[in-house]
């Protein structure tokens, strides 16, 4: 079988000296017990270090999950305030547009009057400058016959209200941009 000798000792080696590493024999006073400790006590040692280690190990943990809540937070904080950041792009961008008269109000129109509930006895409120520029386009006397337009300059410009026997709709660009801004909290 092994040549190799078995030695068994009481308890565990604390520390090894090789006084020659080529040598095949160690010399009997390299071989040493911690502290003189006997085997109880290296026992309880042991079991000591083991509990500080499950300790730590938990604190870890802890740590851990505390660190994945923060960095979920961080995430949904981070999505909101890009959402908030896309819509006052949008709002600066359709101010813009507006401004420069950039726009087609008739298609703003039809948008509004898809959304009415009837068809009928509808009235068109527009800001007068739309109302102008709705009245000067060959196209949209064609589209709009069959309701009345009327100048309301408490509308702003590209905006309309649908007005019918049945109720109103209203296309104002900041209920549109909100419901931008709450489809995308949504989303988030």
């Known amino acids: 079988m092994n040549d190799m ?59 851990s999950k505390k660190m994945c809540t923060v960095y979920e937070k961080m995430i949904v ?6 959402a908030k950041l896309a819509v ?7 101010a813009q547009k507006v401004k420069d008269g950039d726009y ?37 006397s064609g589209l709009l016959t069959s309701v009345k337009l009327v100048a309301d300059p408490k509308i702003g410009a590209a905006e309309c209200v649908i007005e019918t026997p049945k109720g109103k709709v209203e296309s104002l660009i900041d209920d549109h941009l909100e419901h931008v801004a709450r489809a995308l909290s949504k989303a988030v």
């Open 5 to 63: 000798p078995t030695v068994k000792l009481p308890k565990p080696i604390g520390t090894i000296n090789l006084v020659d590493n080529r040598s095949p024999v160690i010399e009997s006073e390299t071989i040493m017990f911690q502290d003189g400790d006997t085997e109880a006590e290296t026992a309880l040692d042991t079991e000591k270090q083991k509990q500080q280690f499950d300790l730590t190990m938990q604190a870890l943990e802890a740590t």
């Open 77 to 82: 904080e981070h999505r909101q305030a890009i």
């Open 104 to 140: 087609q109000i008739e298609t703003i129109i039809q948008e509004a009057l898809n959304s009415a509930p009837t068809h009928q006895d509808v009235v068109v409120r527009l800001n007068p400058a739309d109302l102008a520029r709705c009245q000067q386009t060959p196209q949209t």
């Open 88 to 94: 006052e792009i949008a709002r600066k961008i359709l």
